[in-house]
């Protein structure tokens, strides 16, 4: 039997307390199918998903949890995944064969348990690898996705309880969404979206959602990032805009991108 391609990952990185430059290396098998060995039986390989089902999983995770709602529309879904909507419907129909998925033509799409489950550990794959790839490697945070997106499907188990470890066993990623116990569990969304608070009051950032590099390098260059806090002065509806204050600038978002902030008011500060 021939062994599986390996690709190997080689991340240089320095300790900022005495510049020690260290050398982490994993080995990740590239792959449509996922598969991993099994420790201490060298050359037994385990199928388990493939990276598309995962794709699909995950993002019927995310929809779901966007909407609050259990079933996702599969145009909603084609447009997510950037697929027309038949292949979406032949793809739900595979993965209600395989038990991830309930699936109800002209209606929409809801995860099993099983489903849910694989869902949550490919998001705690992306998260942690996001979070790796901005405290270790100092990528910045605007760019970590699309890799997280490429790495998250080939990252052994063995090398994720690894980062882990490393990172402090966190509990969210660079833009606050929350990472996944390895037992499949997560914490529901907290707070409230910016655009949902009309008053002025003082605020903590908690949760970035759906940004794409220009949103993300505007919210950093602003001090708008996940733990900061700001005074929000005032919310218009009628124009479509909200104000917020940090301690050097004041800065003024459209009502569309206070949508994709979480923040909960800070009694502490006002």
Known sequence: MHNPPFLIYTFLYFDESNYIQRLIKFSMTVKQSKTELTTG???????TVSSTTEDYLKHIFAAAERSGQ????????????GVTSGTVTTMMKHLADAGFVEYRPRTG????DSGRLEALDVLRRHRLTELFLVEVLRLDWSHVHEEAEILEHAMSDRVLERIDELLGYPTVDPHGDPIPSPDGKMSDPVGRFLSEINDACEIEILRVEQGGHGFLDFLKSNGLTPGAHVRL????????TVTVEGRNNRTTLSMEAAGKIRVRQDDALE
């Open 70 to 81: 259990d079933l996702v529309s599969l145009g909603e879904l084609a447009q997510a995944l």
């Open 41 to 47: 039986c060298v050359g037994r390989m385990i199928t």
């Open 109 to 112: 799409v809801s995860l099993t």
């Open 233 to 240: 002065l005032t919310s218009n509806p009628a124009a479509g």
